[in-house]
């Protein structure tokens, strides 16, 4: 089963920058589509953004649309999340998982799947 690592979390202030990543240990993450999600307090978790593994089709939510940018790199196994202009609503857990991604709508594969642990994203002054 696919097991994926996410890292790259902090505390940032508001209006800054940060970039998360996805590892995939023994695995060639080329070969799925991957989404981010993110989970704040009291809040269901949401999809942020994902990337397919066919032809790069991306999808981010419309709260994050301008501002974050998700992509791929080969050599290293690994799928970032680049977040700029970040704003105190971003602070939430945010996880990576295998998706079924479109460039209109992407999710969860399988649906009841397990989350890895996430990494800590918090904006705040």
């Known amino acids: 089963q696919l097991q994926l690592v996410e890292s790259g979390g902090g505390l940032v202030q508001p209006g800054g920058s940060l970039r998360l990543s996805c590892a995939a240990p023994g695995f060639t993450l080329d070969d799925y589509a991957i989404g981010w999600f993110r989970q704040a307090p009291g809040k269901e978790r949401e999809g942020v953004s994902c990337i397919s593994s066919s032809d790069g089709s991306t999808y981010y939510a419309d709260s994050v649309k301008g501002r974050f940018t998700i992509s791929r790199d080969g050599a290293k196994n690994t799928v970032y999340l680049q977040m700029n202009s970040l704003k105190p609503k971003d602070t939430a857990v945010y996880y990576c998982?295998?998706?079924?991604?479109?460039?209109?709508?992407?999710?969860?594969?399988?649906?009841?799947?397990?989350w890895g642990q996430g990494t800590q994203v918090t904006v705040s002054s």
């Open positions: 998982a295998a998706v079924f991604c479109t460039s209109k709508y992407f999710y969860r594969l399988p649906p009841g799947g397990s």
